[in-house]
């Protein structure tokens, strides 16, 4: 199976920071690459595919980037309601497995 | 606009079965793979299965093989879940979520609310 890991774990940051989160491989997934955000008692919801390509909806302050084992997603201009926590998800292969999450929090 | 909308849910002692409905709409359902994921309280997302478009493939995380079954009605617009032989780890939210290809996984793009399983005596 693929290992997922994500970095940091958890994240405090102020409204109107930049932040990066990074997601790892345990081997190369071309940019079978999602990411997702999950706020308390909510399902999650698409934010990127493709590794960089914006679920239609998403505001662009969300960005990804990366391939084969290393990815980032970064968020622009943090407002309240983007405090959550994000997943990576790779598709590349079954099973389909999803990082540990990184749970962002005001500062 | 896309509804993914799961039931069934509820409390099932050990050992029991349940299953799980996601019903389908905003789309044409027929044409799209479709997973299941869940989630234990407090924890992360764990993807369970895929079916293909017209049933003809599934796959399944190695926890649940063997006592789960996916399966969908295209004539219904429904998404199921069968689950056999409930240990208390299968306690979680289960989501269905549609695929954006129709044969192979392709990234998720849309989800449902979520229905809760505990399985306890």
């Known amino acids: 199976d693929i290992q997922m890991t994500q970095s940091p774990s958890s994240l405090s940051a102020s409204v109107g920071d930049r932040v990066t989160i990074t997601c790892r491989a345990s081997?190369?997934?071309?940019?079978?690459l999602a990411w997702f955000q999950q706020k308390p008692g909510k399902a999650p919801k698409s934010l990127i595919y493709?590794?960089?390509r914006l679920q239609s909806g998403v505001p662009s302050k969300f960005s990804g980037s990366g391939s084969g084992t290393d990815f980032t997603l970064t968020i622009s201009s943090l407002q309240p309601e983007d405090f959550a926590t994000y997943y990576c998800?790779?598709?590349?292969?079954?099973?389909?497995?999803f990082g540990q999450g990184t749970r962002l929090e005001i500062k | 606009q896309v509804q993914l909308v799961e039931s069934g849910g509820g409390v099932v002692q050990p050992g029991g079965s349940l299953r799980l409905s996601c019903a389908a709409s905003?789309?044409?359902?027929?044409?799209?793979?479709m997973h299941w994921v869940r989630q234990a309280p407090g924890k992360g997302l764990e993807w369970v299965a895929f079916i293909r478009y017209d049933g003809s493939y599934k796959n399944y995380a190695d926890s649940v093989k063997g006592r789960f079954t996916i399966s969908r009605d295209n004539s219904k617009n429904t998404l199921y879940l069968q689950m056999n032989s409930l240990r208390a780890d299968d306690t979680a939210v289960f989501y269905c979520?549609?695929?954006?290809?129709?044969?192979?996984?392709?990234?998720?793009?849309?989800w449902g609310q979520g229905t809760l399983v505990t399985v306890s005596s």
């Open positions: 905003g789309f044409t359902f027929s044409s799209y793979g």
């Open positions: 081997q190369g997934i071309s940019n079978y």
């Open positions: 493709g590794a960089s």
């Open positions: 998800q790779q598709y590349n292969s079954y099973p389909i497995t």
């Open positions: 979520a549609k695929d954006r290809g129709a044969a192979a996984a392709s990234g998720f793009d849309y």
